[in-house]
């Protein structure tokens, strides 16, 4: 960690010249593949004065993931670009104190505000509607302004991102012939459930790919989502880009979420999504947005890899259960 910039950072967060500064390091759980850390100490101004602080730093080197070779990047190139600007007051980004690519442009750093919020498990039905609602309201507005940095961004995933998802879940021989075995230790309703949705899945994709396009977050689930004061803030952005509306809801539902509650959690959210969005652009002529087709496609496949890779029975039951949420939600 180099001196000058931990300063830089500190005189920006605090608008004043800060001299010096303690500092500790403590790794935070984040992303799967960047380095994410939490850095704390007392800083020094310049007229003597000591200042407490927290401030997260993420580093990312260069990675490929499949067919999106550039979104290792894709976080730091919002933060330099001026789409923070589309944001409100109560749904944001963390903002970005310092942004840096090094020379050979393989690795960027990003020192960004530390967040105190409820997130993860912690987050209650009342703080779900509230982000499936400013998600909704934030979606609308960009649809229908079309403010012109969308046009500008060129590093962003595209709206085929769901259905190649899809796609190649579906040809991976593991899971495909899995849960049409006679091996297989999944219910058969579950696994007819999976299997119904392949059936079906080009009518459903055409249905899906009539509605509008909209810029989305992508990785919209409990971990990256923070409830402070009624606001909304969201990290890890690297899997942005364009979407089908309603896109998001499905992890906010279903990715490893309350499972208890994930039925109930469907019936608040996808309302509260389709009450923020209107807010802004009418979508009284769209009547199904298709969030329960769609979280069959996207976390079916998925689940039962869980399922085939868990170390443990609870851990299987886990999995289970979750389809049997996703089941009963239809």
């Known amino acids: 960690m180099q001196t000058e910039t931990l300063l830089i950072v500190l005189s920006k967060m605090f608008g004043e010249n800060i001299v010096r500064a303690g500092c500790q390091a403590e790794q935070l759980h984040g992303g799967t593949v960047g380095n994410v850390q939490l850095i704390t100490g007392t800083a020094e101004t310049g007229d003597g004065g000591s200042l407490p602080y927290k401030v997260v730093l993420k ?16 976080e730091y190139d919002l933060y330099v670009s001026d789409f923070g600007k ?14 840096e690519m ?20 912690d987050l209650n039905g009342e703080m779900y509607e509230c982000a499936a609602e400013e998600l909704g309201r934030f979606q609308g507005r960009l649809y ?33 012939d899995y849960i049409r075995s006679d091996d297989c230790e999944i219910p058969g309703h579950l696994c007819k459930m999976i299997i119904d949705s392949d059936n079906n899945s080009d009518e459903i994709f055409e249905r899906i790919e009539r509605l509008p396009i909209v810029f ?40 490893e979420a309350d499972v208890k509650r994930m039925t109930e959690y469907y019936c608040r959210c996808v309302p509260a999504y389709r009450k923020g969005f209107s807010e802004y652009t009418d979508i009284s002529h769209i009547p199904d947005l298709y969030i329960y087709e769609r979280i069959v496609l996207h976390f079916g496949y998925r689940l039962i890899e869980w399922y085939l890779e868990a170390d443990s029975p609870e851990d299987k039951a886990h999995h289970v259960d979750t389809l049997q949420q996703i089941y009963e939600m239809k």
């Open 59 to 74: 580093v990312q080197h260069k990675w490929e993931r499949h067919g999106d070779p550039d979104s290792w990047r894709r």
């Open 86 to 99: 589309t944001f409100t007051d109560s749904l944001r980004w963390p903002e970005c104190y310092h942004a």
């Open 102 to 121: 090094n020379e050979s442009g393989d690795e960027w750093q990003l020192w960004l505000e530390y967040i105190d919020g409820v997130s993860g498990l």
């Open 144 to 176: 229908a302004e079309q403010p012109a940095v969308l046009k500008s961004l060129t590093n962003l995933s595209n709206a085929a991102a769901f259905k190649n998802f899809y796609l190649r879940y579906k040809s991976w021989n593991v899971v495909y």
């Open 216 to 255: 989305c977050h992508r990785d919209f689930w409990v971990t990256n989502i923070f409830y402070s004061d009624g606001k909304i803030i969201l990290i890890d952005w690297d899997t942005t880009g364009w979407g089908y509306i309603g896109e998001d809801i499905l992890s906010l539902i279903a990715d």
